[in-house]
């Protein structure tokens, strides 16, 4: 099946991890994808593989985020589909946090995140036709780890604005939803691991054995789940910020 044939998709931070699987399952399924990323040989190689186009973009700069979609109009026409999947995870707690490390993170989880749906339901608007936004969110939005603190606010953020941006745009008929995904398996996930906690090189099978799936979130799986909520296949789904993972939150033992 070809669940986004003819569709002109978006990924922010295409260029690796889960923006990479949305773009490789996006182009199966038949869109044409713009991916961006703020590294030109990375870039350039990761939409070759794929058959995308890559436009150079930084989302923590206003200016060359909506950039992202203006390119992409001009090179398709249109924007049928937004996915934001660029993210900040670097570590702080709420006391040893420096403003710009909570800066940072609100640039690139939620301000960018913001002014890319700004631009993109601008187009949808214009051209009064139907779309779908995806955010990729975390499921630490719903509290989190105490290493966290920036990351976990700005996610939270990117929650209540997913909701908001959802009802604003309903008789658009501008669906968008996101995405509370757990502990995914990735490389940037990998980097972080050794840099920041010291982890062996088997982190990953290690953690999995303790996960009740026996596995760790995988990005072609994640990628499937997202292809679904920008095609048609979701109907009317829209507001919904859902927890993609395999812990029950509030559930207790």
């Known amino acids: 099946m070809t669940l986004l044939a003819d569709r002109v998709v978006l990924v922010s931070g295409g260029t690796q991890g889960v923006g990479a699987g949305v773009a490789r399952a996006a182009v199966r399924e038949g869109a044409q994808v ?6 030109a040989e990375r870039g350039e190689k990761a939409a070759a593989d794929i058959g995308a186009v890559f436009v ?3 989302v923590a700069d206003v200016a060359s985020a909506q950039a992202s979609v203006a390119a992409t109009v001009e090179r ?7 996915v934001n999947s660029a993210g900040l995870v670097d ?13 940072r993170h ?16 601008a187009d949808m608007r214009r051209r009064g036709a139907p779309g779908t936004i995806v955010n990729i969110i975390s499921s630490s939005e719903l509290g ?17 604005l997913t909701r908001n941006a959802a009802h604003a745009h ?7 939803n996101g995405l509370d995904i757990g502990w995914t398996e990735t490389e940037g996930e990998a980097e972080i691991q050794r840099t920041a906690h010291g982890a062996p090189e088997d982190w990953a099978q290690r953690a999995a054995a303790r996960l009740p799936m026996g596995k760790l979130g995988q990005v072609d799986e994640i990628a499937d789940f997202v292809v679904f909520l920008l095609s048609d296949r979701s109907g009317v789904v829209t507001g919904s910020v ?9 559930g207790l033992d």
């Open 34 to 39: 713009v991916i961006t990323g703020r590294r």
């Open 56 to 58: 150079q973009a930084d």
């Open 76 to 82: 398709f026409g249109r924007i049928d589909c937004l």
């Open 91 to 103: 570590r702080g707690t709420l006391l040893d946090t420096t403003p710009e490390l909570f800066d």
């Open 106 to 121: 609100i640039a690139i989880n939620l301000r960018g995140p913001f002014f890319l749906m700004q631009a993109a339901v």
């Open 144 to 160: 989190g780890q105490p290493y966290l603190a920036p990351y976990v606010a700005a996610k939270a953020g990117l929650a209540g």
């Open 170 to 176: 309903r008789f658009d008929r501008i669906r968008i």
């Open 242 to 250: 859902i927890d993609w993972d395999q812990n029950v939150f509030g």
